[in-house]
C-alpha cells in the first residue's frame, strides 16, 4: 500500500514570499500524483496533476510541482506567494492504475501573512 | 452545477448518539466516495461506491460505521454508537469514472463532526 508524507504541518509566510511544500510517497510501482488546496471554509480542488511527461507541472494559480523519482517526491512551488493563498494544501498519490482511489497526506496548513 | 452537497455542515452529539451524514453527488457520476479527516491521520478513504454499490469498504474504521447509497443521488454515513475518537471532518466526493485523469475527484464540503 502507498503511503504520503508532507513534513510541514504548519508553514507562515510574508506575500511575496516564495514557497515549496514537501510531499514524499512510499510506493514501489508507478503512481499518479495530486496536490489538493482547500481554503477556509471550502472543498476542497484539484491544484494540478502528474500522469506521465514532463516531470514539471504546471497548475492553476501560478503552482507547479515537480516530481522526482529517485527522491519519491512531488514537492509543490510558487515564485510568490499572496494573502488569498492562505488555505490547507494535500498531497495525493495512487497507483497508476488504481483511478481515484487516493492517498493523501496530513497536509499542510499555509498562512500567508499580508 | 451545484457540486457535492453534503450535510449537516456541523453535527455536535454525545456519545452513544447515532449520527447520520449525507451526501448528494454532482449528478452523472458514477462514483461516490467517503473520506474521513483527521489531525492524526489526515485523509483517508472510508468507502467507495459505483453505480449505487460499495465496491470498497476496507477502510471504514469498525462495524459502528456503515455507508449506503439508495440511490444515485444521495448516500449516507451512519455511526451508531458514536464516541469522541470519531471527531473528524468527513467529506465525500465524486467523480465521474474511476480513472482519475480525465475525471478528478469533486469534494464537497465536508461535515464537521464533534462527538462529545
Known amino acids: 500500500a502507498q503511503s504520503v508524507s508532507q513534513h510541514n504541518h504548519h508553514v507562515i509566510l510574508s506575500e511575496a514570499a516564495s514557497l515549496e511544500l514537501g510531499c514524499n510517497y512510499s510506493?514501489?510501482?508507478?503512481?499518479?500524483l495530486f496536490w489538493y488546496v482547500q481554503y477556509p471554509g471550502q472543498h476542497l480542488q484539484l491544484l494540478l496533476k502528474y500522469f506521465s511527461g514532463d516531470p514539471l507541472v504546471k497548475g492553476i494559480k501560478g503552482f507547479e510541482a515537480e516530481f522526482i523519482k529517485s527522491k519519491f517526491s512531488f514537492n509543490l512551488r510558487k515564485p510568490s506567494v499572496q494573502w488569498s493563498d492562505t488555505a490547507e494544501y494535500f498531497c495525493?498519490?495512487?497507483?497508476?492504475?488504481?483511478?481515484?482511489?487516493?492517498?493523501f497526506g496530513g497536509g499542510t496548513r499555509l498562512m500567508v501573512k499580508p | 452545477d451545484a457540486g457535492v452537497i453534503q450535510s449537516p455542515r456541523h453535527e455536535v452529539t454525545e456519545m452513544g448518539q447515532e449520527v447520520t451524514l449525507r451526501c448528494k453527488p454532482i449528478s452523472g457520476h458514477d462514483y461516490l466516495f467517503w473520506y474521513r479527516q483527521t489531525m492524526m491521520r489526515g485523509l483517508e478513504l472510508l468507502i467507495y461506491?459505483?453505480?449505487?454499490?460499495?465496491?470498497?469498504d476496507s477502510g471504514m474504521p469498525e462495524d459502528r460505521f456503515s455507508a449506503k447509497m439508495p440511490n444515485a443521488s444521495f448516500s449516507t454515513l451512519k455511526i451508531q454508537p458514536s464516541e469522541p475518537r470519531d471527531s473528524a471532518v468527513y467529506f465525500c466526493?465524486?467523480?465521474?469514472?474511476?480513472?482519475?485523469?480525465?475525471?478528478?475527484?469533486?469534494f464537497g464540503n465536508g461535515t464537521r463532526l464533534t462527538v462529545t
Open positions: 461506491f459505483n453505480n449505487n454499490v460499495p465496491i470498497d
Open positions: 495525493a498519490v495512487n497507483a497508476w492504475n488504481a483511478g481515484n482511489m487516493l492517498t
Open positions: 466526493a465524486s467523480s465521474l469514472e474511476l480513472s482519475s485523469y480525465n475525471s478528478p475527484l469533486h
Open positions: 510506493y514501489g510501482g508507478t503512481v499518479n
